[in-house]
């Protein structure tokens, strides 16, 4: 499994225990930056690692930023992404297996060290479920290719 990584100045602290994390568990990563303290925009990382999703050089991404927040909503404007931005274990793990997330973000400056890998385990041990979450998936992607719902 390969994951791709990415944050903006914020998240670049935390982001090295994440990928030394991953690493850990045996898993490749793409490190995607950004690579000082410099003050940088989130969208910049978030459209690179959305894009290494979507093009398939990477099967996940994480996504590090003050809150999670602005870089999850970037990724999302990338067709084919599903981000959410994780504050705690349970919401990653229901967000891998309801909403099939394909990139998991949280916040450097809500999350410690510890949590962050507490989320990513979750998230990383979900298993997308089918059925009911598949149906209302295909819904959202219909919205996502500009189509008005029922
Ligand atoms: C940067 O100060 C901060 O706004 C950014 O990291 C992120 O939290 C935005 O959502």
Redo the contacts with the bound molecule.
């Keep these: 499994m390969k994951i791709a990584v990415g ?5 670049f602290d935390l982001k090295p225990t994440i990928v030394d994390y991953l690493k850990e568990k045996q898993i490749e990563v793409l490190d995607e930056g950004t690579f000082s303290r410099e ?1 940088t925009d ?1 969208p910049l990382y978030a459209q690179k690692v959305a894009q290494d999703v979507v093009e398939k050089k990477a099967d996940l991404g994480i996504l ?10 970037a990724a999302n404007k990338v067709p084919g992404i599903r981000a959410a931005a994780c504050s705690d274990p349970y919401s990653a793990q229901m967000s891998r297996a309801h909403n099939h997330t394909n990139i998991l973000a949280f ?3 809500v999350v410690g060290p510890e949590l962050a890998k507490m989320i990513v385990d979750a998230w990383l041990r979900a298993k997308p479920q089918g059925g009911r979450h598949e149906r209302r998936l295909a819904l959202v992607a219909r919205i996502e290719h500009g189509e008005t719902l029922g």
């Design positions: 944050c903006d100045h914020a998240g003050s989130y590090i930023c003050g809150t999670g927040i602005g870089i999850s909503i916040g450097s400056r």
